[in-house]
């Protein structure tokens, strides 16, 4: 007879929030404008990531939890250096681990990739990573600290990471986010757009319809600009 219930190791990526004021006014207020972009992240679970703040008693943890669970963010876990915030968390029913303080400039908050439905994973540190094999469905491959260059298809479902830019040299039809730690300045080639979603230093944009004629399976490159993804086709003749 089977036990009602076994536990095994299981893989489960989240994203980060890393947050960088305890005013809940202004938090609520940058919720509210960039609500489009964290649409469709309802199922995810996120990382609550409170580096800048010394002190647990200069956060009002509960509020900041219920403001972001009220715009669909569960926050399931914290994230601090230092150990005296584990019983802070545990205080909530929160996860924690502990992280080094992050050197990523103070923006508002970040998000860090991650896929829930990934099944496997390759995480590479070299200054360039290239890959010449498909990447199929359910996989990811991070480039840690480099760029990204990928010469076979990205099949759709597959997701690409860089901390650095990302190059794929073939039809795109997956998930490619470049500037992982938060480099603004990182940037997105694609030989062929038919991306699902493309993001800089965590600013993204899902793609539910074909985009325009001159840029839909064509040469594009993708970069951040005033806060805002900008996609532009290359001109190749």
Do not use: C
Request: hydrophobic fraction near 40%; charge should be negative.
């Amino acid at each position: 007879m089977k036990p009602a219930f076994d536990v095994k190791s299981a893989r489960l990526d989240v994203l980060a929030i890393y947050l960088h004021t305890a005013d809940l006014t202004e938090l609520e207020e940058s919720l509210r404008q960039r609500t489009g972009q964290y649409q469709g992240l309802e199922i995810v679970p996120f990382v609550l990531d409170v580096q800048d703040f010394e002190h647990p008693e200069s956060l009002d943890l509960a509020a900041v939890i219920s403001l972001f669970a009220r715009y669909g963010m569960q926050i399931l876990g914290l994230r601090h250096e230092n150990e005296t915030w584990a019983a802070y968390a545990a205080r909530y029913h929160l996860m924690f681990s502990r992280g080094e303080k992050s050197d990523i400039p103070q923006q508002p908050p970040q998000l860090q990739p991650a896929d829930i439905k990934a099944v496997s994973t390759t995480v590479i540190s070299n200054p360039t990573v290239l890959i010449s094999t498909p990447v199929r469905t359910g996989q990811q491959v991070y480039a840690e600290n480099g760029d990204l260059i990928v010469t076979g298809i990205v099949s759709q479902g597959a997701e690409l990471i860089a901390d650095g830019n990302i190059h794929i040299y073939a039809p795109m039809r997956g998930r490619a986010l470049a500037g992982a730690k938060g480099d603004t300045n990182a940037r997105i080639f694609i030989h062929s757009m038919q991306a699902e979603l493309v993001s800089v230093a965590g600013i993204y944009r899902n793609f539910e319809q074909d985009l325009p004629e001159h840029l839909h399976k064509r040469a594009v490159q993708v970069s951040l600009q005033d806060n805002r993804l900008v996609i532009s086709a290359i001109d190749t003749e």
